[in-house]
């Protein structure tokens, strides 16, 4: 397993996940909503450099069929623009099918409730794309997902 503090992105079009690993790569835990839209990749690269990442984990929308839609490209799109900015930090796309259902489900059940459930609701998916990420790693011993790769577009 490798070692550094790795940070989870849950793109969507109104809010942007984040959630950041411990040191050993162990346990996710949330960071913050970024409000899409206007400075939202400079807030990005702030919170990754305070974080000291070493690397970055983006959920990528699947279909429960494992095929790629609209919002896929959408976030394959926001991927590539995030990796540009902060270069050479790894971005890694991952799988993150109904991340966003478990994470309302899981903070339905604990009693949080419209207002307050949709605030945190990024970060608690940004928190299970994470985590998933992490668990996998540790279970197979090879890197998740797909590198982005940076290009100079």
Sequence with gaps: MRTGVRVGIDPGDAR???????PSGFLATPVETVRRGRGDLSRLRRIIAEEEA?????GL??????GEGPAAAKVRDF????????DPVPVRLCDERLTTV??????RDRGRKGAARRAVVDQ???????????????????????????SDE
Excluded at 54 to 58: G, L, P, R, T
Excluded at 79 to 86: G, M
Excluded at 102 to 107: C, F, H, I, K, V
């Design 79 to 86: 991927a590539a623009r995030l990796a540009r900015q902060i």
């Design 102 to 107: 478990s994470a309302e489900s899981m903070l």
């Design 61 to 66: 929308p699947r279909s429960l069929s494992g």
């Design 54 to 58: 070493v690397e970055v984990v983006v």
């Design 16 to 22: 942007i996940g984040v959630a950041r690993s411990d």
């Design 124 to 150: 608690a998916a940004a928190v299970l794309i994470l985590q998933h990420a992490l668990d996998t790693e540790r279970a197979s011993g090879n890197a998740p997902g797909e590198i982005v790769e940076v």
